[in-house]
T-cell receptor, first 111, second 114 residues
Framework: AQSVSQHNHHVILSEAASLELGCNYSYGGTVNLFWYVQYPGQHLQLLLKYFSGDPLVKGIKGFEAEFIKSKFSFNLRKPSVQWSDTAEYFCAVKSNNDMRFGAGTRLTVKP | DTAVSQTPKYLVTQMGNDKSIKCEQNLGHDTMYWYKQDSKKFLKIMFSYNNKELIINETVPNRFSPKSPDKAHLNLHINSLELGDSAVYFC?????????????FGPGTRLLVL
């Protein structure tokens, strides 16, 4: 069955630490990949997306993600997190008309 | 102007009641979606509508019915509400087939069934 896996349920970091959140999917064929962020009490907002071309995608607020086709992965990274990055992060994969989200990773950044 | 809006923002109701949540998008998108986010923050797609046709219908109870009067609106009607329906419901829209298709989400409706 097609699925999206986010292995880290809750990540706790101190400010200025580096971040990497894992995302793996099990779709075959062509996929479009997304990372969304949900700040406390707010709706989902797009961080970045990959459709084609350079597998290293840069998004807003210093986030980037790398698509590794051979590993079916699309991990999210940020070299130095801030307290304001505390939020829930969702990986999403779209194939044809089917879009599925991972279970989400809660990031807590300690000041 | 808000791109995707939902009303109400909060909804508290008794078991067995029937309620509706409204969603409107002013982006000119041709596809709209409803998602349910449970207490563990897991997002599950419920429905999507493209040009008034249902194109995805996940295994949700038939107490849930999407209604789309036009392509800018996709309302969610829920009959005989149950405790397990308590969740946050998100509406989203996108332009299917666009080069950089992205779903834009509404602010969510927090439903609490007592």
């Amino acid at each position: 069955a097609q699925s999206v896996s986010q292995h880290n349920h809750h990540v706790i970091l101190s400010e200025a630490a580096s971040l990497e959140l894992g995302c793996n999917y099990s779709y075959g064929g062509t996929v479009n990949l997304f990372w969304y962020v949900q700040y406390p009490g707010q709706h989902l907002q797009l961080l970045l997306k990959y459709f084609s071309g350079d597998p290293l995608v840069k998004g807003i607020k210093g986030f980037e993600a790398e698509f590794i086709k051979s590993k079916f992965s699309f991990n999210l990274r940020k070299p130095s997190v801030q307290w304001s990055d505390t939020a829930e992060y969702f990986c999403a994969v779209k194939s044809n008309n089917d879009m599925r989200f991972g279970a989400g990773t809660r990031l807590t950044v300690k000041p | 102007d808000t791109a995707v809006s939902q009303t109400p923002k909060y909804l508290v109701t008794q078991m067995g009641n029937d309620k509706s949540i409204k969603c409107e998008q002013n982006l000119g998108h041709d596809t709209m979606y409803w998602y349910k986010q449970d207490s563990k923050k897991f997002l599950k797609i419920m429905f999507s509508y493209n040009n008034k046709e249902l194109i995805i219908n996940e295994t949700v109870p038939n107490r849930f019915s999407p209604k789309s009067p036009d392509k800018a609106h996709l309302n969610l009607h829920i009959n005989s509400l149950e405790l397990g329906d308590s969740a946050v419901y998100f509406c989203a829209s996108s332009q299917v087939g666009g080069l950089m298709e992205t779903q834009y989400f509404g602010p969510g409706t927090r439903l609490l069934v007592l």
